[in-house]
């Protein structure tokens, strides 16, 4: 082949390579992608997983021009806010989709302005897909189940005293890098399983049971700050961590708890030991997960890139 017909090929790979750029970006972090644009400010938006289930961690990538001064967002009624990626100009924000979301379409709205005040939104239509989560029958002592007045008065009082845990989320981002499991053990009781505790219908389960031997070491699944480290009827000796960004683990029936509240600990730091405290029939950990007060599924923290 002569120096030109060389050169040629050259320009056509370069032209080739260069033209596809912009695609294999947009693969890289981007499942799925939209676009919406004005003079001044754009927007490159993109969601993973592609397909949404109930309980999923939802992931919003916007890549923004250069010129934008602000970003905003929109779903299912609730304000959505945006941490930067690393450097540049890469924002993201987690949505956590409940386990009872009704399944359906639903619009995600995305805004930006420049410095001029120029705006520019876009509208995406997100598909919720309805998750089989199954059903588990479980036989317990009829007091676990049936609760006398003076009981019931306070697991009521409990229930509220963890709701306003949901309540006060905070601005800054705390986790940093892939979320870990608590502890290796194989799952006993998987997320959402519909339970009927003694042929009686009870509310799905809302975390994961994992198997745990007695005085096992509990770790934080990433970093975060204890905002609860007490004794609750159901769930026993607890640990609940907040990572920001109303992004909270849970850790159950311990049965030693080894920090307090108030504490910043680091991912994998020994929150406590396995035990079988509150309601439980023997040692395991029930590993929870509430992101905007939605509750999802513990694995779906692993799956976040």
């Not at 397909?51 to 990538?61: F, L, S």
């Not at 009870?202 to 975390?207: C, Q, T």
């Amino acid at each position: 082949m002569g120096k030109r017909g060389l050169k040629n090929t050259k320009f056509k790979v370069c032209f080739l390579l260069y033209g596809l750029l912009p695609l294999f970006l947009s693969i890289l972090f981007l499942s799925g992608t939209a676009f919406a644009k004005q003079k001044e400010v754009s927007l490159k938006v993109g969601w993973f997983p592609r397909k949404v289930e109930q309980g999923d961690i939802y992931v919003v990538n916007v890549l923004v021009a250069k010129g934008a001064r602000s970003l905003t967002g929109e779903f299912q009624g609730k304000a959505l806010s945006f941490y930067k990626v690393k450097k540049g100009r890469l924002f993201r924000t987690l949505i956590g989709i409940d386990m009872e979301t009704d399944p359906g379409t639903y619009q995600l709205v995305i805004s930006a302005k420049s410095r001029s005040g120029k705006a520019v939104r876009g509208r995406y239509r997100i598909r919720i897909k309805k998750r089989d989560f199954g059903e588990q029958r479980i036989t317990l002592p009829e007091e676990m189940v049936e609760l006398d007045e003076d009981t019931l008065k306070q697991v009521e009082e409990e229930g509220e005293k963890v709701k306003e845990i949901w309540t006060k989320e905070r601005s800054d981002r705390i986790w940093r890098g892939k979320f870990i499991k608590p502890l290796d053990g194989e799952i006993i009781s998987p997320f959402g399983v519909r339970r009927i505790l003694n042929d009686l219908p009870r509310n799905p389960h809302s975390g994961v049971d994992l198997e745990a031997g007695m005085g096992e070491d509990i770790r934080s699944s990433n970093a975060g700050i204890v905002v609860f480290a007490g004794e609750l009827y159901f769930s026993g000796e607890t640990v609940i961590v907040d990572h920001g960004r109303g992004l909270y683990t849970m850790y159950f029936h311990l049965s030693r708890i080894d920090v307090e509240e108030g504490q910043r600990v680091k991912k994998g730091e020994i929150l406590g030991l396995a035990g079988s405290t509150g309601r439980s029939t023997g040692p395991h950990l029930h590993w929870g997960v509430r992101l905007h007060d939605a509750r999802v599924d513990p694995f779906s923290l692993l799956r976040l890139r």
